[in-house]
């Protein structure tokens, strides 16, 4: 009975624990902004076969002065440009991974965020900088 009575006080111990943490890192990101870029198009590198949703395979979001490009299945082949301006040529992506860009150098206004496959397919998102 002791050895119940511990274990439950440690579990309600821990409980409250977790969301002290889980409330501290609401407030941590709330200082920093992220922006999502909706992203439009059709990458597809399955040839001509179309599928019934379009297939865009990364999530793109700004944080501060950072473009964060997440690729949500493995790539084979890609290009990436911002503004026309090539920032990755003949990449390979992972499920996963992460490319990260600086934004500091672009000027205030909209922006135009390309990834493209050798087989002709592309998506894009609009994105704004101040």
């Given amino acids: 009975m002791k050895s119940r009575l511990i274990l439950l006080v440690l579990v309600a111990i821990m409980c409250c624990t977790s969301n002290v943490n889980a409330f501290s890192s ?59 301006d090539l920032e990755v040529t003949g990449g390979v992506a992972q499920l996963g991974q992460v490319f990260v860009f600086s934004l500091e150098g672009y000027e205030a206004g909209e922006h135009l965020l390309e990834v493209l496959n050798p ?3 592309s998506v894009y998102g609009e994105f704004t900088t101040e």
């Fill in 26 to 84: 609401v407030e941590e990101t709330s200082a920093n902004t992220t922006t999502n870029v909706p992203m439009k198009g059709e990458f597809s590198q399955r040839g001509s076969r179309r599928a019934t949703e379009p297939d865009i395979p990364v999530v793109v979001y700004i944080n501060n002065d950072k473009i964060y490009i997440e690729f949500t299945r493995a790539v084979d082949a890609f290009n990436l440009s911002i503004d026309g």
């Fill in 119 to 121: 087989l002709g397919g």
